[in-house]
């Protein structure tokens, strides 16, 4: 049931040009329905999140680029890396509530030490790289 946020959120996260400001606000106006928007256009997308018309057709025209998001999970698949998403249970609860969380975390090893690391040690520009 996850599945397709957790895609669409990974998918969203490596469009050049889409930040987690953006990512957040598509993840709190849409929800659940977050995968949708792969059936919107950039006019829908510009009208139901309220992103200006350039961010919604960079949105658009990124998301119907199916194969960037193949190459991402080959690539971590090939280096081993796994990834939370801010839809997971798991997600670490600290990052959750500050203001502009990353929709998507990166790592190796295993994940229950992100709950225990001080949230400021952890974020980068948009992804984050601990190896545990």
Request: charged share 20%.
């Amino acid at each position: 049931m996850r599945e397709p946020i957790r895609l669409a959120l990974l998918h969203l996260q490596i469009i050049d040009g889409v930040g987690p400001v953006t990512i957040k606000r598509m993840h709190d106006t849409l929800g659940n329905d977050l995968p949708r928007v792969y059936e919107m256009s950039a006019h829908d997308i510009s009208s139901r999140i309220g992103l200006p018309q350039k961010m919604s057709t960079t949105v658009a025209t990124g998301l119907r680029d199916q194969t960037v998001l193949e190459s991402e999970r080959e690539l971590m698949a090939r280096h081993g890396i796994e990834w939370l998403c801010i839809a997971d249970t798991t997600y670490p609860e600290l990052l959750k509530h500050i203001h502009v969380p990353p929709a998507v975390l990166y790592y190796r090893g295993n994940s229950n030490i992100l709950n225990h690391l001080n949230p400021v040690t952890m974020l980068f520009q948009n992804c984050m790289s601990i190896t545990v």
